[in-house]
């Protein structure tokens, strides 16, 4: 299913910049990012209760937010794209 993972990190206090390179590192090792705090992640449902579970025990939820929109597997219909950055299809391979 394709998993939509958006983060808003506060990093004017202390540690906020250290927890928004781990919250991207962590979404990185799951998907691809497709804005600066958009992260398209193309996983099955353990692998997106483990995303979760790594990404909450991140943030400071007094500071910082998360956003799971759960597309599903019919998301090629629910996914239009506009301008800059073509997008990438997360089904076919990276390496070529």
């Known amino acids: 299913m394709l998993i939509l993972v958006t983060y808003d990190v ?4 202390e540690g906020g910049k250290k927890r928004l390179r781990k919250v991207a590192k962590s979404c990185q090792n799951y998907g691809q ?3 600066n705090s958009v992260f398209e ?3 099955d449902s353990t ?5 979760k579970i790594e990404l909450i025990s991140l943030i400071d939820p007094s500071k910082d937010s998360l956003r799971f929109y759960q597309m599903g597997n ?7 794209h506009i301008g ?11 390496i070529f």
């Open 10 to 13: 506060n990093t004017t206090s």
């Open 33 to 35: 990012r497709v804005q």
């Open 41 to 43: 992640c193309q996983v």
């Open 47 to 51: 692998q997106f209760a483990s995303l």
């Open 74 to 80: 019919n998301y090629k219909t629910k996914v239009e």
């Open 84 to 94: 800059a950055k073509e997008s990438i299809d997360v089904e076919e391979p990276l």
